[in-house]
């Protein structure tokens, strides 16, 4: 049974993650809700954005601090108490006055774990065995993004995409090492999500999955996206 829960490891919890859990019971985190309660919780901070300012501003971070140009990018993890230490400085706004990394890959691994996160999956878990079924059909994976998903899960899925798209020019790739497939690989669990508990079956379908991913990667037109925040 796949399960989202802390991370194994040896780690000791640093002190800023011990004041981030602790502060969680008095004050909404950004992180592990649904779209619609991230959504209303920036209402009033941000009251003219369309997609919630995690996921933007943490894109913007990772091409500011070079995420165009690094060498796995997605793909290799970024310090693991540096990104509990950034989630924390996002949910208590410290990131205002002071931005706690310029490490592109600590980003990174935040905006997968933002996605991976939330309490239903961008794409929902109705459309699930529809994605997989079509999951080589350029037009019917447009339908299912443009057509079937909530308009804030529509707008989610396709900012991510178009963000992802960025990284697909020759030279970027040549300086990544990451194409379409690599960036379809690590993001198809952020975006999808198997609502049972049957590992066989969360085998089998990682391969649709991901080729779900990356036809949107390919195909999807995200143009209208332009400039929408």
């Given amino acids: ?30 992180f592990s809700v649904s779209l619609g309660e991230v959504m209303n919780l920036q209402l009033y901070s941000h009251p003219n954005h369309h997609l919630p300012w ?15 140009t690094t060498l796995g990018i997605f793909r290799v993890p970024g310090d693991i108490d540096m990104v509990a230490a950034l989630k924390s400085s996002l949910d208590s706004g410290e990131h205002v006055s002071s931005f706690p990394t310029k490490d592109p890959c600590v980003c990174a691994s935040l905006f997968k774990e933002w996605l991976r996160e939330l309490y239903d999956p961008v794409i929902p878990h109705e459309q699930y ?8 059909n350029p037009n019917y994976c447009a339908t299912i993004i443009n057509d079937q998903l909530p308009n804030i899960n529509r707008l989610v899925v396709t900012y ?4 992802l798209q960025s990284f697909l020019t020759e030279e970027r790739k040549g300086a990544t090492r990451m194409n379409a497939d690599n960036l379809a690989m690590v993001f198809a669990p952020n975006l999808l999500r ?14 649709s999955e991901m080729k779900f991913v990356r036809t949107l990667i390919n ?11």
């Fill in 129 to 136: 065995e529809t994605c997989l079924a079509s999951c080589e």
């Fill in 194 to 207: 198997y609502s049972g508990t049957d590992l066989k079956v969360v085998m089998d379908n990682a391969e």
């Fill in 160 to 163: 991510v995409i178009r963000f």
């Fill in 219 to 229: 195909h999807l037109d995200t143009s209208y996206m332009d400039g929408v925040v």
């Fill in 54 to 68: 995690v996921l933007t501003l943490l894109a913007e971070k990772i091409i500011e601090f070079g995420g165009h």
């Fill in 1 to 30: 049974m796949i399960e989202r829960g802390p991370k194994m490891g040896s780690e000791k919890p640093t002190e800023k993650t011990l004041c981030h859990v602790m502060q969680l019971p008095l004050k909404k985190s950004m």
